[in-house]
């Protein structure tokens, strides 16, 4: 089994699961109260699931629980791909950027009070050349903006789709079907990276397009 880079909760993750058969969310519970998160973390590291639609479960009858739970499958216990690492959000950090940058859904630029939202990196981990560097409460506003920015899941899931497909083909992927960048164009070049693509900076994006709209 590959453990690099693994904690220790999510190396017991993957004991259980390495028959690659499905497991209840109980038996994984007993690893870690807060399964969802090492789960993500193991999926982020490359390691892929079984997915049902747009969820990582499927509800089966389970003997020891005498009923239908959430059960998950692991495909493989080689990793797809190594990322670099990324850093956990402290509880004072995730506060200071939810008030920075107001609570708002980046795409819809709105509240969501449906969806909880999620903090995503602007720049993909998919991208990334090394391991993050973790900013802290203390870091400035201006720091926060440039590297974060507020989604919900489905947008979230969404844009790391769009990041991924752009990574494997050199082109950079259409923001909500308007092929349009506000520097660059279609072609992804290291020099320029992500800036320009509506993906990277939806704020940016449509301020530029309401200038082009204006100037007509």
Partial sequence: ????????????????????????????????????????????????????????TK???????????????LLSVDPAESLPGRVQFSPALRRRVLHVLGERDAIFDATVASEPLEIDHRVPQVRWSEDEVALTESSSA??????????????????????RRCRDTGVRQAFLGVNFFYKGDEKY?????????????????????????DRK
Wanted: proline share 3%.
């Fill in 1 to 56: 089994m590959n453990d690099i880079r693994l904690t220790n909760v999510e190396t017991k993750i993957l004991r259980i699961l390495q028959d690659c058969e499905w497991h209840c969310a109980h038996e994984l519970s007993a690893v870690s109260s807060q399964s969802a998160k090492p789960l993500q973390l193991l999926r982020q590291k490359g390691y892929q699931f079984e997915k049902i639609g747009t969820q990582w």
């Fill in 59 to 73: 509800h089966i009858y389970c003997r020891s629980c005498r009923r239908s739970t959430p059960h998950r499958k």
């Fill in 142 to 163: 201006d720091e926060i903006r440039e590297k974060f920015m507020l989604l919900t899941r489905s947008h979230n899931l969404l844009k790391d789709k769009q990041c």
């Fill in 189 to 213: 070049t290291a020099a320029l990276g992500c800036e320009g693509c509506g993906w990277h900076n939806p704020e940016k994006w449509r301020v530029s397009v309401q200038k082009k709209l």
